[in-house]
């Protein structure tokens, strides 16, 4: 057997099992007397201890390392960890390491060669036993693509960023490939080969890497089954640039990485959404509903959670998102995804009541991530919602309660403003593929029907395909549960009862008889008297300082569980009186003041006192002097009564 001088390891390309080369001085590093085989799968070295259970070659007095995959010596030569350290090379650096490339019909195409300290060079065979280092003329291929093309077509395709990545998730078990020359040098030619299969981009620790997989999953979208951008809990922890290598390294398994992938939402580009509003329903692919909880939480869709205070709602949602977080199961079912969650809670405070809270119910709060500060959900709002989906991945997104993030602006009580919330919210959950479960409140009504008890419009029912019901029985507050009172996408569910310690703990109980109408259940007369004081008491308190501004009092009023129609009531009992203030005639100066009659002199508002009674009227009654306030007229009678076309509440 002739060996060529090209195929011998040198100083610039020194063997990759040991490290040496043949012109070593001595005393100075590693002697190999070995050399490459002419096909680039076997690196031949001439040291023994480094041979383990291969035999000794002859004539040449070398152990054949196979380059691809497990070798005879126990190591795999694409792992740097595996591989020793070169002489030449300052201790704790990293080796040479060696990638072939072979094309479809297992042809070596070309190879690329790690170098130390971290430099890649590229060669193909010349032809005549040596190479040529420069890829002219040659057609670039994916990483182990004859491997890729045997694999099944269900199993999924991982897609680190370097060799070193694949050979790790080989080792794992698992089918991967990547593209030659590292980040940012992804060809769309390549995501030919990918056509039908299910894409899963692991993305290096850093900004590159981030980078480089959003173009990866933008080209090979249009040819994949589907497309995943895996986030790996914990690798913001390793140093910067960490990969699929290091997580593993830190102690993670192939089991997590599988549960990941189950429960990790699809990738989507921008532009995914069509310009057309049309679409044939021919086109239209059928699909059944995915459900994280099923009946209760359907994934891809909005589902509500309310009840009164000290209910149990914040406690339900986090033991939803703990059991999530772990793969536990939720009761009446069979399996759960794993996966991440969002919480946005603006009631209670992260540090002494949520972290505590999934401590106790044994959430991995790794897989845990909150929004730190104040949102509303208008169009900017939406918008960074999304943002905090797309960088954590949530298989569930909690926001707590939801009032708290309808900002000022919108008022929850008309349908037209609520629905584009509402809309928002679903077009997230749908493009993401995570279930979003809203927190809110009931109302103090006696409305008979529970879907009419939340708090704000009935538009907000409308739009979640899913709505519970938490709360207690009346005659035995100790019975606390869930049920289910709205499900457009499958048959109700039976209700599920929970328990809260004395201790602060949390626990779902077997078997529960509750009902809506049991947790609903009030004497209508004293629920009307007690709302109806309770809506005094607020206003007293409100006011007790001097007179405040309608909308705000109204607005509090909401956040507190009180319906417009109930403190209007109020406000007439105790014979508040409004005053308009700003200059009259200027829409968009002039607004309303609610005040205790004894308060009125002192102000410099407008009443719509009569000149010549001096007492409150209402034009549309002359003769009858009674008290009135401007908002309780028809915008109609508002232009009549004062000229302008301004319209407030008073």
Excluded at 184 to 206: A, H, T
Excluded at 569 to 585: F, N, V
């Amino acid at each position: 057997m002739r060996i060529s001088p090209d195929q011998r390891h040198k100083r610039d390309h020194p063997c990759m099992i040991c490290g040496g080369f043949d012109t070593q001085p001595r005393r100075q590093g590693v002697r190999c007397h070995g050399y490459l085989s002419s096909d680039g799968q076997y690196a031949h070295c001439s040291r023994k201890n480094m041979a383990g259970g291969l035999p000794l070659q002859q004539p040449s007095s070398t152990y054949a390392h196979k380059i691809s995959g497990s070798c005879g010596c126990g190591n795999i030569h694409e792992h740097d960890s595996n591989s020793p350290v070169a002489a030449t090379m300052k201790a704790g650096s990293s080796p040479t390491s060696t990638y072939p490339y072979f094309d479809a019909d297992g042809n070596l195409s070309f190879e690329v060669i790690r170098n130390f300290p971290k430099k890649f060079l590229q060669r193909r065979p010349d032809g005549q036993g040596g190479w040529e280092y420069k890829l002219d003329g040659v057609r670039p291929i994916l990483y182990r693509l004859p491997e890729l093309l045997r694999s099944g077509p269900s199993e999924p395709v991982f897609i680190p960023e370097g060799e070193k990545d694949v050979a790790t998730c080989r080792a794992e078990g698992l089918v991967a490939t990547c593209n030659p020359g590292g980040a940012g040098k992804w060809r769309d030619q390549y995501s030919n080969v990918l056509e039908g299969r299910i894409v899963v981009i692991l993305p290096d620790n850093d900004d590159p890497g981030k980078r480089h997989a959003r173009s990866v999953a933008e080209s090979v979208y249009k040819t994949a089954a589907s497309v995943q951008i895996l986030k790996l809990p914990g690798l913001p922890d390793l140093p910067a640039g960490g990969d699929i290598t290091d997580w593993f390294q830190a102690g993670h398994t192939v089991d997590e990485l599988t549960d990941l992938v189950q429960s990790a939402a699809l990738w989507k580009p921008d532009s995914a959404m069509p310009l057309t509003i049309t679409i044939r329903m021919s086109d239209v692919a059928p699909q059944s509903v995915e459900w994280i909880w099923d009946p209760y939480l359907p994934r891809g869709k909005v589902t509500i959670l309310e009840g009164d205070p000290e209910a149990g709602k914040s406690w339900v949602s986090l033991a939803i998102a703990s059991a999530i977080s772990t793969g536990t199961l939720l009761p009446g079912q069979e399996r759960l995804p794993r996966g991440s969650v969002l919480v946005a809670s603006a009631e209670d405070g992260l540090a002494d009541t949520v972290r505590p809270r999934l401590n106790l119910l044994g959430a991995d709060v790794d897989r845990v991530h909150a929004i730190k500060r104040q949102l509303v959900l208008d169009k900017d709002g939406l918008k960074t919602l999304e943002e905090a989906i797309v960088e954590t991945g949530p298989v569930l997104v909690v926001i707590d309660p939801l009032v708290a993030y309808m900002g000022g602006k919108v008022d929850m009580h008309r349908a037209n403003e609520t629905r584009e919330l509402m809309g928002g919210l679903a077009e997230l959950a749908e493009y993401h593929g995570c279930a979003i479960l809203a927190i809110r409140h009931l109302t103090k009504g006696t409305a008979n029907r529970a879907i009419y008890r939340g708090i704000g419009s009935i538009d907000f029912t409308a739009a979640a395909r899913s709505v519970l019901l938490a709360g207690a029985n009346p005659e035995y507050p100790d019975e606390r549960g869930i049920v289910h009172i709205k499900s457009n996408l499958a048959p109700h569910g039976p209700s599920i009862g929970y328990t809260l310690g004395k201790d602060g703990t949390f626990t779902w109980s077997e078997g529960c008889s509750l009902t809506a109408a049991m947790i609903l259940a009030q004497e209508p007369n004293a629920h009307s008297q007690t709302a109806l004081q309770e809506a005094q008491q607020f206003l007293r308190n409100t006011l007790k300082d001097g007179p405040i501004e309608a909308t705000r009092i109204l607005a509090d009023a909401t956040a507190e569980g009180i319906s417009e129609k109930t403190l209007r009531r109020a406000k007439d009992s105790l014979g508040l009186q409004s005053i308009r203030r700003g200059e009259k005639g200027k829409r968009g100066n002039a607004y309303y003041v609610w005040l205790f009659p004894e308060t009125t002199n002192d102000l410099g508002g407008q009443t719509s006192q009569s000149r010549d009674s001096g007492q409150l009227k209402d034009p549309r009654h002359t003769d009858s002097p009674t008290t009135y306030e401007l908002g309780h007229l028809n915008p109609e009678d508002d232009i009549k009564a004062d000229g302008c076309g301004y319209y407030d509440i008073g």
